[in-house]
């Protein structure tokens, strides 16, 4: 049985050479790479209003349970922020540039920076958690349309995926559901 499976790797090292600039975007690369940076900072604007709803949620929280709900929301916001920073990383090896305007965070953002009036636990830990089920939906659409062309941004989002829905696994303990 023959493999129909042939690498032409002269090929593929004559292009590598040729597009030296474009780094580590090469020739088979599978998909509208101006299409995957958009979507790449819309995460970056998305984990950064996490990070802002997050902090201001840790710092505010009143209640009983304080202590234990506002050093979750602070775990929670470290990891978004790095969330950010890796697809903004990912952005710039595909040759784009990270988009941090706090000008258009808003409108990019996947999820609302939403703070209750009276800093009510069980509202916050609501907000969180509405604002992660809208998170892990988005990311569970972008790594399907992904598919297998771009498998390291892939790996990425379904890395980041995975805290995202930890996330709301810890927001539904401490809420008792
Ligand atoms: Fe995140
Ligand atoms: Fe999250």
């Not at 299409?35 to 840790?58: Q, S």
Request: hydrophobic share 40%; glycine share 6%; aromatic share 6%.
């Amino acid at each position: 049985m023959s493999d129909t499976f042939v690498l032409d790797v002269t090929r593929i090292r004559d292009e590598a050479r040729q597009k030296m600039a474009a780094g580590p975007v090469t020739g088979t690369y599978g998909l509208d790479k101006n299409r995957v940076i958009g979507i790449l900072n819309d995460v970056v604007a998305t984990e950064v209003v996490c990070w802002l709803r997050y902090t201001r949620h840790a710092i505010s929280a009143t209640g009983i349970d304080r202590a234990q709900v506002s050093a979750e929301f602070t775990e929670h916001a470290a990891e978004e922020m790095n969330h950010a920073v890796r697809a903004a990383e990912r952005v710039s090896q595909l040759g784009g540039n990270p988009d941090f305007d706090p000008a258009t965070l808003v409108q990019r953002a996947h999820t609302d920076y939403t703070a209750p009036a009276d800093n009510d636990l069980k509202a916050m830990l609501e907000n969180n958690l509405l604002a992660e089920r809208i998170v892990i939906s988005s990311y569970q659409e972008i790594i399907r349309w992904l598919g297998e062309q771009d498998p390291t941004t892939r790996r990425l989002m379904e890395s980041i995926l995975e805290e995202e829905e930890e996330h709301a696994d810890d927001l539904i303990d401490l809420l008792g559901l």
